[in-house]
């Protein structure tokens, strides 16, 4: 009787292996089960997403076309099924959100003939996948297949594009995928809501020696993939943009033997969760520098925004050295450890390998490093790719620390492998390098740690000629642009103002909502080089808010996003050593918060808070200041004007 139990047993098992095959489904979930991908080969290769049983997506064809042949298309024949289960740490050489970061997943690799493989990797706040290809010698890439079919007609937030030619500084519409019209496309990162409040948050990581990625829309619950082309031919459009004379019909000519960038889908039923994902950094590849410990990030002090417009000084203000150094002196006093030099200090915006006849940048640096202040230059992205050896010796001669390198406006495979060539030659000669006019983190900051910041979003620069950029703008970007990675929005203003009372100014610009507003941008955005954006002169003025934007940290040993709601409001703690500082923002809705500090060891604490004043409603200027002691037991109210905010700096007594 055993034995013929034994032999039925197995008959059921081979029935169910051969159901399985013949189905050709393959499964895999993330670690604690909430979200099951299945990936189906038996029309080309496509995959279907669940949360918690609820669909996400359904049926996203996939493909690469290497050379003419599409990978993945109509018929493949998987050779083999891997998977593998992970669970580990990473610990971040500059830590954004957290020093330690968990790594743990599942994993299932499909093997197919025709020397290619498609991986899932599942963590429990998210799904990736990429292709890697096993063919020899170069090959050209015609297209990849991106196509996401969502389970419903959601809500997306679309940061539209006009041009592939962007530096992904865009405002976002509001819109239900269908209502986009066919052919209008994104840059990435976009957000989707789902059913039961699931957001899916998109981007892309490990992106070397490839396009990036945009989104084009269907007029349907449905994205397809858009890259840049190559660039063949192209003509100067003054000094730092391009006319595109002629294109390739392929979007990366590339290694046969490589993997391909991730697919990234950040998914997380609580808004509050999704902005403390950090996919992106897990995804990419592993360090490169073999020493990074010269890598520090910290505050900068800005001339560009504030146009180096002074007041109460003995001296006319300008492009110079006697301007400069009253910033070096600025940046000293409050032991801000950085100050940038941004376009006007070289002779001409194409020669910076010579400065301008009013500056000396040796005696700035020696005057500098005398008071601990250390020098980053501005350069356009063309002379450096045309000269970086030479342009990047002068600068490690002259002995600043880094360089902001601007408009580069582009996201194709040349302009994706000069961004690594800029780090890579940075790095060699230790200096730390802050991408502007750029495309969006994509991993490069990992392999890189002397990436220090980039831009890619529509920041508090637009402030000198429009009044777009809104309490609204600023509480979107930690869940759309942020999900990618660090960001240089370029906060500080000392002048604010709500819209009533607002004004565009080039030499003296404010920033639209309240001062408190401003304040908790320096917890709630990601930035390991955070700038204070307002004149020195603004900030003399305003000691109070100075001195304490002075003793902000832009590196966290810890990160919890305590309260928030997509493009309403956040509330950010951040840890750094024994000490916590917290920050809150809200869209042009007065509310007031309660939150309690059960995240704080046990013992007593001191918190300074800045918060909206009395009468921050109509002078957006008013603040008030309170010091107070608290432990993990308190609960604190944090009261936001329209447009408001609130930070404070929590110490361990």
């Not at 002379?383 to 490690?396: A, E, H, S, T």
Request: hydrophobic content about 35%.
């Amino acid at each position: 009787m055993k034995h013929y139990t034994t032999q039925f047993f197995y008959l059921l098992a081979f029935l169910f292996l051969s159901l399985r095959l013949s189905a050709k489904d393959y499964q895999v979930s993330s670690p604690d089960g909430q979200i099951l991908t299945t990936v189906n080969t038996d029309d080309g290769i496509s995959w279907s997403t669940t949360v918690n049983g609820s669909a996400v997506f359904t049926h996203n064809k996939i493909s690469l076309t290497v050379n003419e042949e599409v990978l993945g298309a109509t018929t493949v024949k998987v050779k083999k099924a891997k998977e593998t289960a992970v669970s580990s740490q990473v610990e971040a050489i500059v830590p954004v959100k957290s020093r330690i970061i968990d790594n743990t997943y599942n994993q299932l690799t499909l093997t197919f003939k025709n020397d290619f493989a498609v991986t899932f990797r599942l963590f429990n706040n998210g799904i990736a996948y990429r292709f890697e290809t096993s063919k020899k010698g170069e090959v050209i890439i015609n297209d990849e297949q991106v196509m996401l079919n969502f389970a419903g007609n959601y809500p997306i937030i679309f940061p539209e594009e006009e041009t592939l030619l962007s530096h992904y500084e865009r405002l976002y519409k509001n819109e239900k995928l269908s209502s986009l019209a066919e052919g209008k496309f994104c840059s990435l990162p976009t957000l989707i809501e789902g059913t039961n409040n699931i957001k899916i948050g998109i981007t892309e990581a490990d992106l070397f020696d490839y396009p990036g990625l945009f989104l084009e829309a269907t007029a349907s619950p449905r994205l397809n993939s858009k890259f840049p082309k190559v660039i063949l031919e192209s003509k100067p459009k003054g000094d730092r943009n391009i006319t595109v004379v002629k294109e390739a019909d392929y979007i990366a000519k590339t290694k046969g033997s490589r993997t391909f960038p991730w697919r990234v889908f950040m998914i997380s039923q609580e808004d509050k969760d999704l902005v403390e994902n950090q996919m992106v950094y897990l995804l990419s590849r592993e360090c490169k520098i073999e020493d990074p410990s010269w890598v520090e990030p910290g505050l900068v002090a800005w001339d560009w925004w504030n146009d180096n417009n002074l007041y109460d000084v003995d001296f006319k203000s300008g492009i110079d050295n006697r301007t400069y150094k009253y910033y070096i002196d600025f940046a000293s006093e409050y032991g801000i450890p950085y100050v940038i030099l941004d376009e006007g200090w070289s002779k001409t915006t194409t020669n910076v390998l010579e400065p301008n006849p009013d500056i000396d940048i040796p005696e700035l640096v020696a005057y500098g490093k005398e008071r601990n202040v250390e020098l980053i230059l501005w350069s356009l992205w063309g002379p450096v790719d045309k000269d970086m050896d030479n342009i990047l010796d002068q600068f490690q001669k002259w002995g600043v620390k880094g360089m902001k390198v601007d408009f580069m406006a582009q996201a194709g495979q040349y302009m994706v492998n000069f961004y690594e060539r800029t780090a890579k030659a940075c790095a060699d000669r230790k200096l730390l390098v802050d991408f502007h006019g750029t495309y969006k983190p994509s991993g490069l900051r990992r392999a890189y740690p002397n990436v220090i910041n980039y831009e890619g979003v529509k920041g508090m620069e637009n402030c000198k000629w429009s009044d777009v950029i809104t309490p609204e703008h600023d509480v979107t970007l930690p869940f759309t642009r942020m999900l990618a990675g660090p960001m240089d929005f370029t906060p500080g203003a000392m002048r604010n103002a709500h819209l009533k009372d607002y004004t565009k100014s080039h030499s003296n610009p404010m920033s639209l909502g309240t001062r408190c507003h401003q304040l908790a941008m320096y917890v709630v955005y990601d930035a390991p080089l955070q700038m204070l954006s307002d004149s020195p002169s603004n900030y003399y003025k305003e000691k109070e808010c100075t001195e304490f934007l002075s003793r902000m940290k832009t590196v966290w040993d810890d990160t919890k996003v305590l309260d928030a709601k997509v493009s309403d409001y956040i509330v950010t703690a951040r840890k750094s050593g024994e000490d916590w500082y917290l920050g809150a923002m809200t869209d042009d809705d007065a509310r007031t918060l309660t939150i309690d500090l059960s995240f704080l060891e046990s013992g007593d604490y001191e918190i300074e808070i800045m918060q909206d004043g009395l009468n921050a409603g109509k002078a957006a200027q008013d603040y008030q200041h309170i010091t107070k002691q608290v432990d993990k037991n308190s609960t604190l109210e944090m009261p936001m004007a329209s447009g408001g905010g609130w930070a404070a700096i929590c110490r361990k007594l």
